[in-house]
């Protein structure tokens, strides 16, 4: 298995442009999240997915879109990118929603927004 | 609402110092909790978790963890460190199904 993959592993983006960052899993897992980490801040989860169909907003979902069309691939869309966005990605999952399974993180995404 | 502290935010260490990382949270029902490393430049890997029973808990590359309920804190300890340990750690605490709240993060510097 390749576990949790993301794409790009950087990018540069102008101010106003707009760009999917990819997320796929091999794990056939239910549960997908990505999570932003800033210096200081620990990782603040964006948005999540509990299954193929359904997302929903976490701690800091402002200027980000998702979905989930398939178990496997949960992208992250930024609609119209602010230096504020400027960030490492990261994608997560986890075998189901349960209170006691873990997650599986990507390598990230290191997004830079000028 | 739920936070996660993690107090230390730089610790720098000699090769073959004893460690302990202080990682306290606030929140009064069931929780799960988890310590996280990422090494230079890789993505977040699971140490050890807690999800009931011996609150003592043992997970890889020799560190333990204690959850103490009374203190709402899961420190994380190995005795010995060494020059591989240098990475940043993460204490994460699940409150509920799609609930995960991560630390700040504690850097550690080990000193051959």
């Known amino acids: 298995n390749a576990g949790v993959t993301q794409t790009p592993k950087f990018q540069v983006l102008k101010t106003g442009q707009s760009m999917t960052l990819q997320c796929a899993q091999d794990?056939?897992?239910?549960?997908m999240s990505w999570y932003r980490q800033d210096p200081g801040m620990g990782l603040r989860l964006i948005h999540y997915?509990?299954?193929?169909?359904?997302?929903d907003q976490g701690e800091v979902p402002n200027g980000y879109n998702v979905s989930r069309s398939t178990t496997e691939d949960f992208p992250l869309r930024l609609l119209s990118a602010a230096p504020s966005q400027t960030s490492v990605y990261f994608c997560?999952?986890?075998?189901?929603?349960?209170?006691?399974?873990?997650?599986?993180f990507g390598p990230g995404t290191r997004l830079t927004v000028t | 609402a739920q936070s996660v502290s993690q107090h230390n935010h730089h610790v720098i260490l000699s090769e073959a110092a004893s460690l302990e990382l202080g990682c306290n949270y606030s929140?009064?029902?069931?929780?799960?909790l988890f310590w996280y490393v990422q090494y230079p430049g890789q993505h977040l890997q699971l140490l050890l978790k807690y999800f009931s029973g011996d609150p003592l808990v043992k997970g890889i590359k020799g560190f333990e963890a204690e959850f103490i309920k009374s203190k709402f804190s899961f420190n994380l300890r190995k005795p010995s460190v060494q020059w591989s340990d240098t990475a940043e750690y993460f204490c994460a605490v699940k409150t509920g199904a799609n609930n995960l709240f991560f630390g700040t993060g504690t850097r550690l510097t080990v000193i051959p």
């Open positions: 794990m056939n897992h239910e549960y």
């Open positions: 929140y009064g029902g069931t929780v799960n």
């Open positions: 997560a999952s986890s075998y189901s929603t349960s209170l006691l399974t873990e997650q599986y």
């Open positions: 997915s509990v299954g193929a169909g359904i997302t």
